[in-house]
């Protein structure tokens, strides 16, 4: 028996918010050169991921949220509990983290802006092609 995904679940693997089968990506976040290849429909549902023009441009700011985040704790760690007094030592680890947190970061910016700011409703085994 299918169990239905929760709405954590199905952001965190960047499924689609009507249906929560259907892929949004169509490679792993890990691609080094493909990770931001993303479906224009839902495969299951056909859902078209950008319900309006524009929607992803807001996911540029909830990524810059997240850079932000990045920087402050990386800041946070290497002054507060490493003492580290040495600013490259800061400038190298915060470029290298944001570099490596760069897809994770493009991928569940697009995934809030879909599921809080699309107004797309969970519909279940109702959701098909």
Not at 41 to 46: E, V
Not at 120 to 129: D, I, L, S
Request: aromatic share 16%.
């Amino acid at each position: 028996m299918h169990s239905e995904r929760s709405k954590l679940s199905s952001m965190l693997s960047c499924r689609c918010p009507r249906c929560r089968e259907g892929s949004m990506f169509q490679n792993s976040a890990l691609h080094p050169t493909k990770f931001s290849k993303s479906n224009e429909d839902c495969p299951h549902c056909g859902l078209h991921f950008e319900v309006e023009p524009g929607l992803f441009w807001g996911a540029m700011y909830v990524s810059y949220a997240f850079s932000v985040a990045i920087i402050v704790t990386l800041w946070f760690s290497l002054n507060f509990l490493l003492h580290v007094q040495e600013l490259w030592i800061y400038i190298t680890t915060i470029c290298v983290a944001l570099v490596l947190f760069t897809p994770f970061s493009f991928r569940y910016s697009r995934m809030l802006m879909l599921y809080w700011f699309s107004g797309v409703e969970y519909r279940g085994k109702a959701a098909t092609k």
